[in-house]
């Protein structure tokens, strides 16, 4: 149970001070969806603002090409959580070269002495500079330089994190006190149990040794259980999928990177962990020359590949879930560019409706295969130990072993 | 023409290269899997979780790829 607390715990701070946060460019002015683009436009327009997707000369018309950058603008973090109309401020924490600021809102950042909003086509330049567009929304009015910020701000990704975090509480602690009384599981205990067996005999019982499959089952579950979570949250109206988030999956990805590599060391010995990265050439009964020019090839692809599995992990995660959410905007979108109820009813509501029912599917299966590739990458870990001093394996680890190389 | 043309419609051919290098794999994969389950129905527990795993792999990569087509297309 400590273990447990203590990771969920880790996944959060982690989180908080991974993520960079992914602002939007107008905090105050972005619409919180497609109807509302559609209910706002024809007054912005006559604005005739150059973000905007309805053309200034006509009215009917609508550039795709500014829709889909609405939709993307609709996956990223803002500092604010949008309700349709409504907006909720959320309060902003961040430390940079000039120490710790708090302000409870973006309005009264703009309001205070030191710090400014950058402006929004300028932001969006620098945006686009930065690979995955790290960049604070507020600068500093005297034009100084920052330096590293480090951003706490509890932005509406996080604040969907903490949800999704006392969601789970709330269910595994209930579960867990039935679970030490009833023995027949019924409601919220039933539901927790059958997923919580699922994951053990389906994921980490094939996979990793026994030994280790029961001290490495509190891992497994938080993951499963948060990523679940999480994907399942960002599903109703109106949320924000932390997933569809590069920052929260690459922390996923890298708590499972370090524990892999602890198991390694813990199971192999330091020594016995270095040489893993000769890809078992270091035992092989070759010439010594062709041995170290093997192992001079192999290294790097083996170092390499150290990194890759993380990095698959994190783009797999974030990918499925922005893409689905792209597709579904997509879909409304159509309703939109057509400008028609027809088409609105033909072909956006059924087929945004079936992606949605994917998207459920999805959410369940990543929580899975992130799971399940965790523990194959720890298995493997462990089994490489394993292998040196018995020759018992179970076939079915062996196989999923096999193919995961 | 907008350079930038060129930017959305090497994110729109890359992403439908990497889509169907990816259906070929899955599809594959989804053949080999079906095939021996038909063979052996016992081992099909197994047989599926293996597939789910090497899906996701060859997905992955497919993912690389939209995902670089997606940067492309924010240019």
Known sequence: MTLRHFLASVFLVLGFFVSPVLASDEPSKTPA????????????????????IWKSERKDTIDAGKLFGKIIQHLEDTYELHFISVKVPLPILFNDGFGFHYFSSLENLEASADYKLRDPVKYDEQKKAKLFGFVTPWERRDGKETGFTLDLSVTAN??????AMVVLLLLTSIAGRRAKTVLVPKGTHNLIESLVVYVRDEIVYPNVEKKWADKLMPYFLTIFFFIFAINLIGLFPLTKTPTGNLAVTVTLAICTFILTQIMGIRTMGLAEYLKHFTGGLHSMDIPLAMKIVLIMIMVPIEFIGLFTKP???TMRLFANMTAGHIVIGALIGLALLFQSIVAGFAVS???ALFIYLLELLVAALQAFVFTMLSAVFVGMMVHEHHEEHSEHHEADSHVIVEVAI | MNPSAFAYLSAGLGAAVAVVGAGVGIGKLATGALEAMGRQPELSGGIRTTMIIAAALIEGLALFALVICIILSGK
């Open chain 1, 33 to 52: 969806s497609a109807s509302e683009i559609k209910s706002t436009a024809p007054e912005k327009s006559e604005e005739g603002r150059e973000n905007d």
């Open chain 1, 158 to 163: 996080r604040f969907f994190l903490v949800v």
């Open chain 1, 311 to 313: 990095f698959a992990l």
């Open chain 1, 349 to 351: 509501v059924p087929f």
